[in-house]
T-cell receptor
Framework: DVKVTQSSRYLVKRTGEKVFLECVQDMDHENMFWYRQDPGLGLRLIYFSYDVKMKEKGDIPEGYSVSREKKERFSLILESASTNQTSMYLC????????????FGSGTRLTVV | QKEVEQNSGPLSVPEGAIASLNCTYSDRGSQSFFWYRQYSGKSPELIMSIYSNGDKEDGRFTAQLNKASQYVSLLIRDSQPSDSATYLCAVKETENAGNMLTFGGGTRLMVKP
């Protein structure tokens, strides 16, 4: 069965810390995405990548960066965590230009204190 | 800006009834349409996809697409309390590269025993 794995289910970090959220997929998908989801605001796209070493800004990239050194891994980095980055973070992947939808990871609930 | 609109709900139906979830989209050239189910605190799970006008049935679920009206719906027959979740509509728009989806805000469904 296809899988997108996010390294942590729950994380608590302090304000100002550098935070790494890891996402690994085993489906050889070209496309990978990072979203955050907050009550009443829906899914908001942070960054996405269509290929190794390639990245594109989504709708809310401020305060975040990403890294994709290998096809299967897409990392989201919070350079200096702030309380307004407390959220559910969802990674997703999809195949090339196919007609199929995304496969989501199980999510990371990040709390910044 | 291209949009996908859903009534946020909650939509409350009695057990055994038909639940009807609706979604409208703004990009007339959209090609692929998806329904995701998301339980509270969990990540979205793909339950239906539809690509051409008409109905597509899978078990208790039926997706309906009307491209002329820019409308896609999900019917859940014989609704069960376990169907209580938020349902996200997602659309793949023609001008996107890399299989980008645009998500609606979701409709919360409550099935009462």
């Amino acid at each position: 069965d296809v899988k997108v794995t996010q390294s942590s289910r729950y994380l608590v970090k302090r304000t100002g810390e550098k935070v790494f959220l890891e996402c690994v997929q085993d489906m050889d998908h070209e496309n990978m995405f990072w979203y955050r989801q907050d009550p009443g605001l829906g899914l908001r796209l942070i960054y996405f990548s269509y290929d190794v070493k390639m990245k594109e800004k989504g709708d809310i990239p401020e305060g975040y960066s990403v890294s994709r050194e290998k096809k299967e891994r897409f990392s989201l980095i919070l350079e200096s965590a702030s309380t307004n980055q407390t959220s559910m973070y969802l990674c997703a992947s999809s195949q090339g230009l196919s007609i199929y939808g995304y496969t989501f990871g199980s999510g990371t609930r990040l709390t910044v204190v | 800006q291209k949009e996908v609109e859903q009534n946020s709900g909650p939509l409350s139906v009695p057990e055994g009834a038909i639940a009807s979830l609706n979604c409208t989209y703004s990009d007339r050239g959209s090609q692929s349409f998806f329904w995701y189910r998301q339980y509270s605190g969990k990540s979205p799970e793909l339950i239906m996809s539809i690509y051409s006008n008409g109905d597509k049935e899978d078990g208790r679920f039926t997706a309906q697409l009307n491209k002329a009206s820019q409308y896609v719906s999900l019917l859940i027959r014989d609704s069960q309390p376990s169907d209580s979740a938020t349902y996200l509509c997602a659309v793949k728009e023609t001008e996107n590269a890399g299989n980008m989806l645009t998500f609606g805000g979701g409709t919360r469904l409550m099935v009462k025993p």
